[in-house]
C-alpha cells in the first residue's frame, strides 16, 4: 500500500493566487496523481512556476512517510524478536 495522501501546505498559497480556478483545479489533480502514482505533469506558463514550488513539498514529504514506515517496520521486526 502506498500513502494515504499528500499534504498541502499554506506556504503554497502565494504561487497558486495568480492562478486562474481551473489551473487551480490541474494544479490539485497533479499533485494527487504526483503523490499516489508519481506522474510528471507536463505543464507550462504558470502552471509550470507554481508545480515548481508544490513538487519539493510532495517529494520531501514522500521521502518523511517512507522512512516513518521503515521505521515502524523495523520496530515491529524487533519487538517480534524480543517475544
Known amino acids: 500500500m502506498g500513502r494515504p495522501g499528500i499534504m498541502i ?22 499533485m494527487l496523481e504526483y503523490g499516489k502514482e508519481g506522474k510528471e505533469p507536463a505543464f507550462t506558463g504558470r502552471l509550470a512556476l507554481a508545480w515548481g514550488f508544490v513538487r519539493p513539498k510532495i517529494d520531501v514529504d514522500g521521502e ?20
Do not use: M
Open 9 to 30: 501546505y499554506f506556504d503554497i498559497l502565494e504561487p497558486v493566487q495568480v492562478l486562474t480556478n481551473a489551473e487551480r483545479g490541474q494544479l490539485l489533480t497533479a
Open 64 to 83: 518523511r512517510y517512507d522512512t516513518v514506515v521503515e521505521k515502524r517496520k523495523y520496530a515491529g521486526f524487533c519487538r517480534s524478536l524480543s517475544r
